[in-house]
């Protein structure tokens, strides 16, 4: 073989492997940049409403860091003695703003807000609005019922109101949990425990004394108040208002007669001429005068 012919297998060889891996370049795909990812607190195992978190119920798991949510934990040891004021489940991000500050005790009274309040209500009746389906974590509207008596009562003996709207329960009884059924025993049922403002509690304790209460489910994400008005026996057809009284016919008052116009007064009389005395003279002579008196008409001479 020649080296000519050499050289040409050769120039042949490398301008082949040349375009292979120039192909083998172009065809292979540039490795994604790895996103930049973080360690964060998440719940080991469900964790119950109220329950005080052990560093056996926390873990740490990475994630992205574009898909942590705000306020999530990054130690665990920021997270332990502090309450769940909402269950927990496994593998869930620990936030912040779901825990209760820490060192401030354990039980129910975490989950009452600062400025918030929690009342029991305590009657048998609250359970027949739902059917026992009014659970640990629910919303719900507060109805007051008022009996009243007395023939001057509009609503015909008593009317049922709204209350108060979108209220959080916090406990069912003794049950701060949802029990796995999701509903409560009607029977047993005999009171429910709210978080309310101050000046709700005191409503809601007169009411309790002064009517019945009963209570309606809200959807978990209605929050808007409701436009509501006092119900009536008058709604239902059971009442019929009284008419009203015809206002009593006044009578005609009285017009004064005019005053009677007032006698023209008497017309003067004319200025009395005093006597005149004419003098007759007879010739050179100045004789006695002769007296002419005048005629006076309020004396009615003539």
Not at 278 to 292: S, T
């Amino acid at each position: 073989m020649s080296i000519r012919t050499v050289l040409i297998l050769l120039l042949a060889l490398v301008f082949g492997l040349s375009a292979a891996l120039g192909v083998n370049l172009l065809m292979r795909k540039p490795e994604p940049e790895k996103p930049p990812t973080e360690f964060v607190v998440v719940a080991s195992t469900n964790v119950p409403r109220f329950a005080t978190l052990t560093e056996n119920q926390l873990r740490l798991r990475e994630m992205p860091t574009d898909m942590i949510p705000s306020g999530a934990l990054t130690e665990i040891a920021d997270a332990v003695e502090r309450a769940v004021y909402s269950g927990l489940v496994r593998d869930e991000i620990v936030l912040d703003d779901k825990l209760s500050a820490k060192g401030k005790g354990r039980g129910m009274a975490t989950a009452v807000k600062k400025g918030m309040r929690a009342f029991t209500i305590s009657t048998t009746t609250l359970a027949s609005g739902v059917a026992g389906f009014i659970l640990p974590g629910s919303r719900v509207d507060v109805l007051l019922t008022v009996t009243r008596s007395g023939q001057s009562d509009p609503t015909g003996g008593g009317h049922t109101s709204t209350l108060l709207q979108d209220v959080e329960i916090l406990a069912v009884d003794q049950l701060v949990k949802a029990p796995s059924e999701n509903r409560v025993d009607p029977k047993e049922l005999r009171s429910v425990t709210l978080l309310v403002t101050p000046q709700q509690a005191a409503k809601l304790d007169l009411g309790q004394n002064k009517g019945t209460l009963h209570l309606t489910l809200r959807n978990p994400d209605d929050h808007d108040p409701a436009v509501t008005r006092p119900a009536t026996l008058a709604d239902l057809g059971l009442y019929e208002e009284p008419p009203a009284k015809q206002p009593e016919a006044k009578e005609p008052e009285k017009v004064a007669a005019p005053a009677a116009a007032p006698a023209p007064a008497p017309a003067p009389l004319p200025p009395i001429v005093p006597p005149a005395r004419i003098r007759v003279m007879r010739g050179a002579l100045e004789g006695g005068g002769v007296l002419f008196e005048p005629i006076d008409p309020a004396r009615g001479e003539r």
